[in-house]
């Protein structure tokens, strides 16, 4: 189904009262205003889009965001930036969103973030700290693998209200150091997260060559003081290194009584209310156990639960979730789903969900939305350019973000037999467009006349 030329001139009428000065960013000899990302943020003001070209752009030191901008990229398959390092030994972090005041809103759209060091990839592709305001990642890709030194995450996030993560990959691979994996991929500290429709995937343990030590795996979220709303994602935790000597067999210092490493839980939360709700993408797993490949009797690790809560943690849960502890080395499964002392909260009802195909669209072009909730329920889906500050009402499951006053609705769905419906629209090929950005968000109406709202999307719009 289509928007109607209405909903098309709403759309229109809504990208001019938000529009905003535009700078442009595109690869050496082609044109555009600006060569490097870093200068157009420095130049641009607070509020200003910086649309950027398929291309690939490194500089010394990284991108430093501390004002109300948006980015938008051309996509994190086809648009990214590597921060270099200044000296052997620096490890420049690509991204770093920080100090926001309530109401400024920073969106990072359509990028591979890629961190220098030694010549390899580094443990860290972005922090996101102290902001008050909005913080938005939306189709943000990264990989922390082969990093010289260890690290406490691929993505860090401190402090701040209100983050959206929506269709990211992040792999925090694994490390060639001594010191063992990068941490996990996501590292949450006092802060509220949305996560949608991404894939996390935990640090992977390594057995250094010769006689070293095999390391565990890492979490693919690590959330601590923190309230985390995941849905539509994939989690799996790193699993843990196998035992393989220098020459395997052929060595004579190999040692048959080493432990290989642990399998770790795909979500691990320290004081933490983690809610997570269905979607047919959803599937939270731990880490695999290692094994010793030289031990006369063979030695087996552990795999990881798909949850860890200690005791002042809470998981809520909707129906038919895919919850999956991990093997252990020898293709076993003992670990529980769910680890720990905290408390689990059943939900009884799918609530609503909300996917959007492509992140990234072009004038004229296709774009899917994927809705989700109770069978045979009615899901509304709602649209902004803005993002207000994150409100809760008393018996509905989920936060609103978007403000109430400058707010347009899509057509409403029924939901199927299977709780899901589809909605297409074609972006109108009007160049007023380019450079919008646009937040959605559904609210599902089950028919046992209970509301929830979905997690938010987003979807950036470019020439």
């Not at 991108?63 to 921060?83: A, E, H, N, Y």
């Amino acid at each position: 189904m289509r928007l109607s030329h209405m909903t098309f001139a709403a759309l229109l009428v809504c990208s001019s009262l938000a529009s905003a000065e535009t700078l442009s960013v595109g690869p050496a000899g082609s044109g555009f205003e600006f060569e490097e990302i870093g200068l157009a943020i420095a130049a641009a003001a607070p509020g200003d889009v910086i649309t950027i070209a398929p291309g690939f752009y490194a500089k010394a030191n990284g991108l430093d965001i501390d004002k109300p901008l948006t980015l938008i990229g051309g996509g994190s398959d086809v648009t990214r930036f590597t921060s270099l390092p200044n000296n052997p030994f620096d490890q420049p972090l690509p991204l770093y969103v920080h100090d926001l005041e309530p109401g400024e809103e920073v969106r990072v759209i359509g990028l591979e973030l890629v961190p220098g060091s030694l010549g390899n990839l580094g443990p860290t592709i972005a922090v996101i700290a102290d902001c008050a305001g909005p913080v938005v990642l939306s189709d943000v890709a990264g990989i922390g693998s082969y990093g010289a030194f260890g690290g406490i995450g691929l993505l860090l996030v401190f402090r701040s209200e209100q983050v959206l993560l929506d269709a990211c990959d992040l792999n925090a691979g694994s490390s060639n150091s001594s010191v063992g994996p990068t941490g996990p991929a996501l590292n949450i500290e006092d802060s509220n997260l949305h996560i949608n429709a991404s894939a996390i995937f935990g640090g992977t343990g390594v057995q250094i060559l010769g006689n070293g030590v095999p390391s565990d795996g890492t979490p693919a979220i690590v959330a601590t003081h923190s309230e985390v709303r995941l849905s539509n994602s994939q989690l799996n935790g790193g699993s843990g290194s196998d035992y393989i000597a220098f020459f395997d067999l052929g060595n004579p210092n190999a040692n048959p009584e080493a432990t290989p490493g642990l399998g770790a839980s795909a979500i691990q939360a320290v004081g933490s209310t983690i809610f997570i709700r269905g979607g047919s993408s959803t599937t939270i797993q731990g880490g695999a156990g290692g094994q010793n490949l030289v031990a006369t009797t063979p030695l087996y690790s552990s795999g990881g639960s798909a949850v860890s809560l200690d005791s002042d943690s809470l998981v809520s849960r909707t129906p038919g979730l895919a919850l999956v502890p991990g093997l252990d080395g020898d293709g076993a499964g003992n670990a529980p789903a769910i680890d720990g002392s905290g408390t689990v909260v059943p939900v009884a009802i799918n609530l609503a969900q909300l996917t959007i195909t492509p992140s990234v669209a072009g004038l004229g072009t296709p774009v899917s939305f994927n809705l989700g909730g109770e069978a045979g329920g009615i899901y509304f889906t709602f649209f902004s350019f803005e993002q207000g500050p994150a409100v809760g009402f008393t018996g509905i499951p989920g936060l609103s973000v978007l403000p109430l006053g400058s707010l347009s609705s899509l057509p409403s769905k029924s939901l199927g037999a299977k709780g899901a419906a589809q909605l297409g629209i074609h972006v109108p090929n009007s160049i007023s467009l380019a450079g919008s950005s646009l937040l959605m968000q559904g609210i599902a109406l089950a028919p046992d006349a209970t509301f929830s709202f979905s997690a938010p999307a987003q979807v950036a719009i470019v020439q």
